[in-house]
C-alpha cells in the first residue's frame, strides 16, 4: 500500500523560507509524476509545484522563481523548497503521486498534508 507523510511545515515570517518533505513507503517516486498542492481556508485545493517522471518541471504563476520542486529517488522523497515567503501562501500542503498500473489506470495518492502558516 502506499503511503506518502508531509513534513517540514511551520510557522515563518514573511520573507523566510521552508522545505518541505514528502516521504514515500516504497519506490513510487522514479518513474511517476508527482507534486505539490496546497489548500487555504475556504478555498479549493490547488497545485502549486509538479515534477514528471522525467524530470520535467511546472510551477503556478504565484510561486514562479519563489519555489523549486525537486525528487530524490534513492530517498523516496520529493521536496518542495520555499522562498520568501508571503502571508497568502500560508496553507495546508499536500503532495501527491500519480501511479499508472498496467491497464493504464492512473492512482492517484496523497499525503496527510503538513501546515504552512507565514505571518506578516
Known amino acids: 500500500q502506499v503511503q506518502l507523510v508531509d513534513s517540514g511545515g511551520g510557522l515563518v515570517q514573511a520573507g523566510g523560507s521552508l522545505r518541505l518533505s514528502c516521504a514515500a513507503s516504497?519506490?513510487?517516486?522514479?518513474?511517476?509524476?508527482s507534486g505539490w498542492y496546497r489548500q487555504a481556508p475556504g478555498k479549493q485545493r490547488e497545485l502549486v509545484a509538479h515534477i514528471t517522471s522525467g524530470g520535467r518541471t511546472n510551477y503556478a504563476d504565484s510561486v514562479k522563481g519563489r519555489f523549486t520542486i525537486s525528487r530524490d529517488n534513492a530517498k523516496n522523497a520529493v521536496y518542495l523548497q520555499m522562498n520568501s515567503l508571503k502571508p497568502e501562501h500560508t496553507a495546508v500542503y499536500y503532495c501527491?503521486?500519480?501511479?499508472?498500473?498496467?491497464?493504464?489506470?492512473?492512482?492517484?495518492?496523497w499525503g496527510q498534508g503538513t501546515q504552512v502558516t507565514v505571518s506578516s
Open positions: 516504497g519506490s513510487i517516486f522514479s518513474g511517476n509524476d
Open positions: 501527491n503521486v500519480a501511479i499508472q498500473d498496467y491497464s493504464g489506470t492512473y492512482y492517484v495518492y
